[in-house]
């Protein structure tokens, strides 16, 4: 009896286990787990969705086999058979390479599918990168990875940014950085913050978010496309999604990075500086770096990369929720330049009822930055670059001014505190009818300083003045305010036809308020506050703008595969001019998804989709552009009078961008090669320009007009394939490629327009171009003095050689790329290993390299001055066209990313107590391939990269550290 009871037990015990099954599904390629994932068996009604860790499980099977089917949008399905009990089951997906059901954010409520739209929207899987990539903040995660995006890299300080650009360069006066918005809450992305350093303010606000919180990004790329965003947004829109949290158990995910920094080849960077003995003239050199290395004395370090991370995320279909800490502490070059940083991220969804949900975003960074190169005329590389044997015998030991240790006691921080906070509710009272409401603010506070401390020795210190004590504060707050209503109807007319009706308002508010304050001669060494000072000085400013807008767009759908869009907004702005009321952006666009259609026979392309898209989007003037300002003054017996100070224009308008966008997206061979195609042509109408005023009017300078038309035109190509696809083996190719060309049509009617020494607008020619005098030739005498100097003549001219008294100044080149690209490659072994490799490139630009001009010509230190023997450089000497002595072609091929990432077996993770662990060691920048020009006149080019950091259009850089190369390990646990 007893044994019989054991067997009816077992036996129910068993029948119980075998109706179940679970297992988890993963990414095919970084075996990462996959959220959402819908999971059925086929016949049975019977399904789920994955959780934040992948898993699923399905209860209640019969028979001892079903056929299980997975699908996830941007995935590729799979359907295979799997016994009834097997609670093991592991199914990789693998990436489309088209996906036309693919949702995008499109500025109107409810979901719309990438079929639907007629311009390019590109994305950035950032959770997927960030795995394998080397990416420390969100430029390096954009720029080698869209087509059309070029980020400039320009320095090796941390904590200093770059600037973005978004097809090419649209406007002649105004910002060229792209809108940003966090979870469709408009943020700040100041490309000039920080404070006011050697070249100028160099931290990137962009930079603040943490890649490691980000799900994916999404890239809006010109007027075409961003019309329902209207003013500001006609250099492109950038929306940043956040991580949000999965249904299940909870999730908690570990990250720990440890690396260094450094500058790859230093002594080859440096150069050798050169004098001639005051009596003998003999040539004399030395390497200031590699004397300082061998003294012990080297002021260069590979600095330390430390990171923990740590998310929690998991929930219920009600409430869903993303927990995320992070601390960052990263070392520069320099001992005395680093950044640490704490940033924390809580994301909540609701699910209130069957017709409202909500969700709540809240993020929160603070941190502090110590920067290199900490004021003009005294960074680091300076003394370096610049110094002279001649001074070798003095206390500067050979350097510009003073030796590195020095320097570094100039101390130039800045910290930052920021919440950015939004709340969307999406309300559908009917199954037609969608609504959006989203609210944020980014309230950003940064303190700012640079100091230098008095020292005992006074004025007859290195800093000459400055060492009596000096410090300048600055505190700037920024507040951006966002309202977003939005709603769409959609009704389907037929069974073959639907429209939607889309209607919005939005209202945006920012303000900045700067107070600043500069003390000078502190009484003692250990004074070091402004309060302090013998002299100080204060300033106060705020400033604010505001904008509301409205749109309107009807979107037509055949048979959910031909579809037409048209829009409208209307905007208005508070730095408009008093007497212009509002500017409005129309949009057209139609997308034919072809290979939908009954005659489509090419089985090798399995998916096809036409689009073309035309559209207007603005960008308004400076907020006191239009108004006529006074400044305050001392009038007679001390009283109080206005003197001009700008003129104003009650008539100005924005910059209207006008862009016509036409391509395809194709799917081959299995989506397993994926392509992307668009031609952009864009017109910059009503560009804003300096008018000199006429001085009978009474005010200086001069007044801001719209005149001016700017125009860019350009292809973009994105290849995805999945060259091969095994059980051991993968191979995964990625490849863009992007091309603009840019030019000034109009500057209505007034002359060339210099942006700096070397730089002007010019009608015919790209935005900011470099213009100069050419020598074409020059023979040196029997005293080596150069005679018989020619110029090039211009093409008024025939290009023919002239004196050059009499010679014009002549086009050398843009310092816009011309064309850009990049090519990854993924290869994955044995499923757990994965290699991977980026190789970007950009070129058809030219710089200025003013480190190398004045090593030529200002400080004369390099060789090639002191021998004396190029005829070309000693005649630009002479005549004192010195700028073109630091002019080069700044092409370059970089590997810019290298890792390898080992995923452990699960049994291994087991071992950890961990549902997932992998181990990935990354590079970056650890080889330039090539170089369009390695010298000028003999003096090696550092790096062609280097760029002054927060420069909008100038060309020009002058002692800015090389980027650093950089090697990180990471390990990343799941439990």
Not at 152 to 176: A, C, E, I, K, M
Not at 452 to 479: A, C, D, M, W
Request: glycine share 10%; hydrophobic share 40%.
């Amino acid at each position: 009896m007893l044994f019989t009871c054991l067997l009816v037990v077992t036996s129910a015990r068993a029948t119980a286990q075998e109706s179940v099954i679970s297992g988890v599904v993963i990414a095919e390629q970084s075996l990462r787990p996959l959220s959402g994932a819908q999971v059925v068996v086929d016949g049975s009604g019977r399904g789920t969705l994955t959780d934040a860790r992948g898993r699923f499980m399905i209860p209640g099977l019969t028979g001892n086999e079903v056929m299980l089917r997975v699908a996830l949008i941007g995935y590729r399905s799979v359907t295979r058979p799997v016994r009834v009990g097997d609670t093991n089951i592991r199914i990789a997906l693998a990436e489309s390479a088209v996906e036309l059901d693919e949702v995008v954010v499109t500025g109107t409520p409810g979901q719309t599918q990438r079929r639907a739209i007629g311009n390019d929207v590109a994305q950035v899987q950032a959770a997927q990168v960030v795995e394998i990539a080397p990416v420390a903040d969100v430029q390096q995660l954009l720029g080698p990875r869209v087509s059309g995006v070029v980020v400039l890299p320009g320095s090796g300080n941390v904590g200093t940014g770059s600037v973005t650009r978004v097809r090419g360069v649209s406007s002649l006066s105004l910002s060229n950085e792209p809108l940003i918005y966090v979870d469709g809450v408009r943020m700040n992305n100041d490309p000039s913050a920080g404070p006011n350093i050697r070249q100028g303010r160099q931290v990137n606000r962009l930079n603040d978010i943490n890649p490691e919180n980000i799900a994916s990004i999404e890239v809006i790329k010109g007027p075409a496309a961003a019309t329902l965003y209207g003013t500001e947004a006609a250099n492109g829109v950038i929306q940043i999604i956040t991580k949000k949290g999965a249904a299940g158990r909870p999730s908690l995910d570990l990250v720990v990075k440890q690396g260094a920094n450094w500058i790859m080849d230093l002594e080859g960077k440096i150069p050798t500086v050169y004098s001639r003995h005051p009596q003998t003239g003999e040539l004399l050199s030395v390497n200031l770096y590699r004397q300082e290395k061998d003294a012990g004395r080297d002021p260069f370090q590979r600095g330390q990369i430390q990171s923990y991370s740590a998310n929690l995320q998991g929930g219920t279909d009600q409430v869903r929720y993303y927990l995320s800490a992070d601390f960052d502490n990263t070392e520069g070059v320099v001992w005395y330049n680093w950044q640490k940083r704490l940033s924390t991220r809580g994301n909540v969804n609701l699910l209130l009822s069957d017709k409202l949900d909500a969700s709540a975003n809240m993020g929160f960074i603070s941190g502090n930055t110590r920067f290199a190169q900490a004021a003009a005329g005294w960074g680091v590389w300076d003394q370096f670059v610049w110094g002279s044997p001649s001074r070798l015998d003095t206390r500067t030991r050979g350097f510009l001014r003073a030796p590195p240790e020095v320097v570094a006691e100039i101390e130039a921080n800045s910290d930052i505190d920021r919440f950015t906070g939004g709340l969307q509710l999406n309300y559908r009272p009917w199954n037609w009818m969608a609504q959006r409401l989203t609210v944020g603010m980014d309230n950003g506070n940064e303190t700012n300083s640079i100091l230098f401390p008095r020292h005992p020795e006074g004025t007859n210190y290195f800093f000459g003045g400055l060492s009596l004590g000096q410090k300048s504060v600055e505190r700037r707050k920024s507040i951006y305010n966002t309202f977003d209503y939005s709603a769409t109807a959609t009704l389907e007319i037929s069974p073959r036809v639907t429209t939607a009706t889309s209607v919005g308002a939005q209202y945006y508010t920012k303000r900045f308020e700067n107070v600043d304050a500069l003390g000078q001669q502190f009484p003692a060494p250990v004074v070091r506050s402004v309060g302090g000072a013998a002299v100080s000085f204060a300033n106060e400013d705020i400033i604010e703008n505001k904008t509301f807008g409205l749109y309107i767009q009807e979107q037509l759908s055949f048979n959910n595969r031909v579809f037409l869009t048209a829009a409208v907004r209307g905007d208005d702005n508070s730095a408009f001019g008093e007497n212009y009321n509002a500017v409005i952006y129309p949009k057209l666009s139609a997308s034919w998804v072809v290979n939908e259609e009954p005659f489509w026979k090419l089985a090798a392309v399995n998916s096809l989709k036409l689009r073309g898209a035309w559209g207007m989007a603005g960008q308004q003037p400076d907020v006191f552009a239009a108004i006529r300002l006074y400044d305050p003054a001392t009038g007679p017996g001390d009283g109080s009078v206005l003197t001009p100070q700008t003129i104003g224009n009650p008539d100005l308008a924005p910059e209207r961008g006008e862009e016509l966008e036409l391509g395809f997206d194709m799917g081959l061979l299995n989506e397993r090669v994926g392509m992307n195609f668009t031609y952009y042509n864009q017109r910059t109408r009503d560009a804003i320009v300096q008018k000199q005023v006429t001085p009978s009017l009474g005010f200086p300078g001069f007044q801001f007009v719209n005149l001016g038309e700017v125009r860019n035109r350009g292809m973009e190509l994105t290849v995805d394939a999945r060259l091969v696809e095994g059980q051991r083996f993968g191979w995964d190719l990625a490849m863009k490629l992007s091309s603009n060309d840019n030019e000034v049509v109009s500057l209505g009617g007034l002359p060339p327009i210099a942006i700096g020494g070397v730089q002007q607008h010019q009608e015919g020619y790209p935005v900011a171009a470099f213009f100069y005098k050419k020598i074409v030739q020059a023979e040196l005498d029997a005293d080596g003095r150069p005679v018989n100097i020619l110029c090039d003549g211009g093409p008024e001219n025939g290009g023919q050689a002239m004196p050059c008294a009499d010679a014009p100044r002549v086009y050398w080149g843009t310092p816009t790329p011309k064309w850009e690209g990049a090519v990854s490659s993924t290869v994955t072994l044995l499923r757990n290993l994965r290699l991977y490799a980026l190789v970007d490139f950009r070129g058809g630009h030219m710089l200025q390299n003013g480190d190398i001009n004045a090593a030529h010509t200002t400080f004369r230190n390099s060789r090639a001055i002191n021998e004396g023997e190029d005829p070309i450089l000693l005649a630009y000497d002479r005549l004192g066209l010195t700028d073109a002595t630091g002019f080069l072609d700044a092409g370059f091929a970089k590997l810019r990313e290298v890792s390898g990432t080992y995923t452990l077996p699960p049994e291994w993770a087991g071992w950890l107590r961990a549902s997932r662990a992998s181990i990935t060691v990354a590079g970056r920048n650890l080889a330039t391939l090539w170089v369009a020009q390695r010298d000028i006149f003999g003096q090696p080019i550092p790096d062609p990269e280097v760029r002054t950091p927060s420069s909008n259009l100038s060309g020009y850089v002058q002692t800015v550290l090389p980027p650093f190369s950089q090697v990180v390990t990471t390990v990343r646990l799941s439990f």
